[in-house]
């Protein structure tokens, strides 16, 4: 189980909306569960297609919205989704869950290893199907 500290309004359009490509600067051979974790800062080069559809979203910062799987990573290929980056790692998200309420969290950079004891919180908002589903632990190369 890992965890990835996005900056709002990013973190709400995976959690909220149907952002399923994070872009990251470095690339990863993870793949498996991973909760997606709003960082503390706003990115203010967000743009006009974000503001649009997290607009009368709450954005809350430091904590955990969502639980989703990376399922691939690969290198710019063009834009494989709207949310693609030009000259950025793209890390393929699948299986994106909403948690109902944020858990408050002090996050950090990279991927990340969650306590047990914050994976226990977010078990406790899913329904047991999905935590089963989502959260299980298979992982394979990118």
Same mark, same amino acid.
């Given at each position: 189980?890992?965890?990835?500290?996005?900056?709002?309004?990013?973190?709400?359009?995976?959690?909220?909306?149907?952002?399923?490509?994070?872009?990251?600067?470095?690339?990863?051979?993870?793949?498996?569960?991973?909760l997606i974790?709003?960082?503390?800062?706003?990115?203010?080069?967000?743009?006009?297609?974000?503001?649009?559809?997290?607009?009368?979203?709450?954005?809350? *910062?430091?904590? &955990?919205? +969502?639980?989703?799987?990376? %399922?691939?990573?690969?290198?710019?290929? !063009?834009?494989? =989704? #709207?949310?693609?980056?030009?000259?950025?790692?793209?890390?393929? *998200?699948?299986? &994106?869950? +909403?948690?109902?309420?944020? %858990?408050?969290?002090?996050?950090?950079? !990279?991927?990340? =290893? #969650?306590?047990?004891?914050?994976?226990?919180?977010?078990?406790?908002?899913?329904?047991?199907e999905t935590?089963?589903?989502?959260l299980r632990?298979?992982?394979?190369?990118?």
């Amino acid at each position: 189980m890992k965890a990835l500290t996005i900056r709002q309004p990013w973190a709400a359009a995976i959690a909220y909306a149907d952002k399923r490509v994070e872009n990251r600067v470095w690339p990863t051979s993870y793949q498996g569960p991973v909760l997606i974790h709003a960082g503390k800062q706003l990115d203010q080069r967000s743009g006009p297609m974000v503001a649009a559809v997290v607009r009368g979203l709450q954005l809350d *910062l430091g904590a &955990v919205l +969502a639980v989703a799987r990376i %399922i691939d990573c690969h290198s710019d290929d !063009g834009e494989c =989704t #709207p949310w693609s980056q030009t000259g950025a790692f793209h890390f393929v *998200l699948d299986e &994106v869950t +909403a948690l109902p309420l944020p %858990i408050p969290y002090s996050g950090t950079q !990279g991927l990340w =290893t #969650p306590p047990a004891v914050l994976v226990d919180k977010v078990r406790e908002q899913l329904s047991s199907e999905t935590a089963a589903h989502v959260l299980r632990e298979e992982a394979g190369p990118c």
